[in-house]
């Protein structure tokens, strides 16, 4: 796996599904937190296991009850 994939300076909305282990997402935020940052992406986040253990975002919006969250950066 490509654990050093950096993101074009541009805005985004990224869908993820659990997408993967915490330490590789959490990678993927870091790799990327600036371009993010700077552009106020927005994480869409399904089946989000490890939303509380996830750093680097600003505000998060969270649906307890289907595990969904928005995560702007």
Request: charged letters at 25%.
């Given at each position: 796996?490509?654990?050093?994939?950096?993101?074009?300076?541009?805005?985004?909305?990224?869908?993820?599904?659990?997408?993967?282990?915490?330490?590789?997402?959490?990678?993927?935020?870091n790799n990327n937190l600036n371009t993010l940052k700077k552009h106020n992406s927005v994480i869409l986040y399904a089946n989000d296991l490890w939303i509380n253990d996830l750093k680097g975002y600003e505000i998060i919006d969270r649906n307890d009850n289907f595990n969904l969250s928005v995560i702007y950066f």
């Open positions: 796996m490509h654990l050093k994939k950096k993101l074009d300076s541009k805005p985004y909305i990224l869908f993820m599904f659990n997408p993967f282990g915490i330490k590789t997402l959490q990678k993927f935020i």
